[in-house]
């Protein structure tokens, strides 16, 4: 009974010691005497805390309410949401709230079909707290032809615009709302819709928008739409769970994720923009939160706020924020994770790998080490001088095939790199697009090395800028040629099949408004990009300059020409037409001569010549200058150039920037525009610079953007027509004049004739048929 009953009592010991040992580690993250866990949520860390005494500053206090069951974690005393968990290494907190901002009316003052809502997320100004950059959308469910824009919240601010989406219901009848679902886990726009949100604040506000004024909003065949701000990926979840079950998805009742960045002694920026005293990582800031001793500070700003956040050093694992937080993580535990396969002794903050005591060779590779020779014993002293030279000689003859086998290795292991690059960077791709002309595909592929001596290693003085698709540098080849090198932002597969896009697009282009390519190099992760470098920076720098001065009348008009040529030329002078997707004035270079160059071409399309209605594809370019109807419809045609081009127009005329300009009345720049020149107003947004030097073909230029950045496709001229038509104003003097006074004579006598008019359209030109009575006579009747 006795030897019975003393194993029992060491294995009871032996469990106890466990849940004291775990009790202490789970209360390692937190302050003593304090709550750790409620729910869902099993460790809450400092600077977080439940109770008075136990967070770092107001902002951090959770509440754990009990009255549920399970019970929920709130922020705060006020319980809009409730905690799911939080990151110390990300600085992020995913949060939750159920419902969404209810449309109870889009009727605004006078029964304009417009309304405004906020969504004011945490409250106040937010305290630690705002939208982690990039990681939530919004999204509108059970929507019928509404536009929504979410703009800044935060008081001073100004008016910007955030996000936007407009959720469509075409051909909907009363089964609409059994009908209607989703399209592989995403909104596509017809009942619902989504957009990223990229900059992150802590409230917003919404604006409303009815584009279909003649049916109330309580009649529309989904109801009331339902406006929401979650965590991207969140909705596509809740589509995976109902099984493929009909939108709407019950939301109403449902809790919404939303991920939250936060840091400490967080505040409003100062008036220039800057970071206050009391929001750095310097003095007293920084101690003051970060106990560990082998913590670091580091600074985090975003758009409205600064503060700081504190992070465990390399080699230690924990919370920074309390003393002794931060613990030596042991990389012996997992020694082949860190690269050492033999002996590891672990160290504070880092490890020292070696060989085994009796063995040699290569530690930082699996079966690398081997076991040394031992030399046999001798009574001789002759044979044992002996061997010790021809054991002193054996070592360095071993070091000596050591060195030249580790170099060998290393050649090899970087020509396998080399190869396993070129084809992660769809070397067999580019090979197949250019497959017809060899002399191509020979001069294209450009060593590492040699780019690396042009740009001294990369090194960022030779930076000349980046976008959307990557950093560019300036460099000298070895034929003292000046080159760009273009380093794309590789992350997927799509943008490296955009990489090799634009390689293959260029290399067939040979037009003196359109950027030159000199060639590629693929012996790298990162993919480069070898072009003409073009010095005198971008049509968006010389337009965009502070004093009221700008380009000339004459120089933006020639621009605008040699523009028109090159988009011309990649819709209707090449073999396989491309569209170029995302024409803007920083897509523009200017050599020294002000001459233009149209480049960036990582999001252009080939068309096939048998799909010249166009091509559904993923919506790409920039707001402000998409065509609106590619952006609904994702149908990309010759079209959407035309209407991009008409916004640089619109651009060269007002010295007003696309994508952040908005009139009191709320209108963008191109929707201003239109509404000015239909009202007879268009000096109010003119450049005066251009009122002095322009003249009549200031309005020459203004109408024939306006036929441009028409909603409807049809009446969109093409980029052929457009350059004869700039070409005409450009020449407009003498018998030039009196020439187009003639063909409109010639329009107004066929007038008449209603099947001559598409044919009259062809032959004299798109833009005289608009200014031509014959044309007014129709938009009159």
Not at 186 to 207: E, L
Not at 601 to 616: C, E, K, L, M, N
Not at 662 to 690: C, N, R, W, Y
Not at 703 to 714: D, K, P, Q, R, V
Request: charged share 20%.
């Amino acid at each position: 009974m006795r030897s019975t009953a003393a194993p029992l009592i060491s294995l009871a010991v032996l469990l106890l010691l466990l849940s004291l040992q775990y009790a202490v580690a789970a209360s390692s993250t937190g302050l003593p005497n304090c709550s750790s866990s409620c729910g869902d949520v099993s460790s809450v860390p400092y600077p977080f805390g439940i109770g008075a005494g136990c967070y770092h500053s107001p902002g951090f206090n959770l509440t754990c309410d009990r009255s549920r069951d399970p019970p929920r974690l709130l922020i705060g005393d006020d319980g809009a949401f409730h905690v799911v968990n939080i990151s110390l290494a990300n600085a992020t907190v995913r949060a939750a709230r159920i419902g969404g901002i209810n449309i109870t009316s889009l009727d605004g003052p006078g029964g304009a079909a417009d309304g405004r809502a906020a969504w004011r997320g945490l409250g106040g100004d937010g305290g630690p707290y705002a939208l982690s950059d990039g990681s939530n959308e919004l999204v509108i469910v059970r929507g019928c032809d509404v536009l929504a824009q979410l703009t800044s919240g935060e008081s001073g601010s100004g008016n910007v615009t955030i996000s936007g989406c407009a959720s469509f219901c075409p051909g909907l009848g009363s089964a609409g709302r059994e009908t209607l679902s989703l399209s592989d886990g995403r909104c596509t726009g017809v009942g619902c819709c989504q957009m990223p949100i990229s900059i992150g604040r802590s409230s917003y506000d919404v604006q409303y928008r009815r584009l279909d004024v003649s049916r109330p909003p309580e009649h529309a065949p989904l109801g009331l739409p339902l406006v929401l701000i979650a965590e991207q990926g969140w909705l596509q979840q809740e589509a995976a769970s109902t099984r493929g079950a009909a939108l709407p998805v019950n939301l109403d009742e449902t809790p919404v994720p939303v991920l939250l960045s936060w840091s400490i002694g967080s505040t409003p920026l100062g008036q220039d923009g800057g970071p206050l005293d009391n929001s750095t990582c310097s003095g007293n800031a920084a101690r003051s939160a970060c106990k560990s001793r082998h913590s670091s500070c580091r600074d985090v700003v975003t758009a409205v706020r600064s503060g700081y956040v504190c992070d465990c050093q390399q080699g230690y694992h924990g919370n920074p924020y309390l003393a002794d937080g931060c613990q030596d993580v042991n990389e012996c535990e997992r020694r082949e994770d860190y690269g050492c396969f033999g002996e590891c002794i672990n160290q504070p903050g880092t490890f020292l790998c070696r060989s085994p005591p009796g063995t040699q060779g290569n530690h930082t590779q699996r079966l690398g080490c081997a076991v040394s020779p031992l030399p046999r014993a001798s009574s001789s002293t002759g044979l044992s001088v002996g061997i010790g030279v021809s054991s002193g000689v054996s070592l360095i003859l071993m070091a000596i095939l050591i060195v030249l086998l580790t170099r060998k290795h290393k050649h090899r292991k970087a020509k396998k790199l080399r190869e396993r690059f070129f084809q992660q960077n769809r070397g067999q791709l580019l090979q197949q697009l250019v497959a017809q002309r060899a002399d191509i595909a020979e001069r294209m592929i450009i060593p590492l090395e040699e780019l690396e001596k042009a740009t001294n290693n990369f090194d960022k003085a030779r930076e000349l800028g980046g976008g959307g698709h990557g950093t560019v540098y300036k460099g000298i080849l070895s034929d003292l040629h000046v080159v760009a090198i273009k380093r794309s932002k590789i992350a997927v597969k799509r943008e490296i099949d955009e990489f090799i896009n634009e390689v293959a697009i260029l290399s067939q282009i040979n037009h003196r408004n359109v950027v030159k390519l000199f060639g590629c190099c693929l012996e790298t992760e990162v993919p480069l990009l070898v072009y003409e470098f073009i010095p005198n920076g971008t049509l968006y720098d010389h337009l965009h300059v502070t004093g009221p001065i700008s380009l000339s009348w004459h120089d933006r008009l020639r621009i605008t020409i040699e523009m028109a040529r090159a988009i011309a030329y990649l819709h209707s002078a090449v073999s396989v037409p491309i569209i170029h997707r995302d024409i803007k004035s920083t897509n523009v270079l200017l050599d020294d001569t002000l001459t233009s160059k149209v480049a960036d071409f990582g999001a252009s399309r080939h068309i096939p010549v048998d799909r010249s209605a166009g091509i559904t594809t993923k919506v790409q370019g920039t707001i402000g200058c998409m065509d609106p109807t590619y952006y609904y419809t994702r149908r990309l045609t010759e079209k959407s150039d035309v209407y991009s081009f008409g916004v640089i127009l619109v651009e060269l005329l007002t010295r007003k920037k696309p994508f952040s300009y908005m009139s009191s009345e709320d209108e963008g720049l191109v929707a201003h525009f239109a509404t000015l020149l239909v009202k007879g107003s268009l000096t109010d947004i003119l450049d005066p610079q251009l009122i002095e030097e322009g003249g009549k073909e200031i309005e020459e230029v203004a109408a024939l953007a306006a036929t441009c950045i028409t909603l409807t496709e049809e009446d969109r001229p093409t980029m052929r027509q457009v350059e004869m038509a700039l070409e005409s104003i450009q020449a407009s003097k003498g018998h030039v004049t009196a020439f187009r006074n003639l063909r409109i004579l010639v329009l107004d006598r066929i007038c008449q004739r209603p099947k001559e008019q598409e044919r009259s359209k062809r032959l004299l030109g798109y833009i005289v048929w608009r200014k031509s009575s014959c044309y007014l006579q129709g938009t009159l009747r």
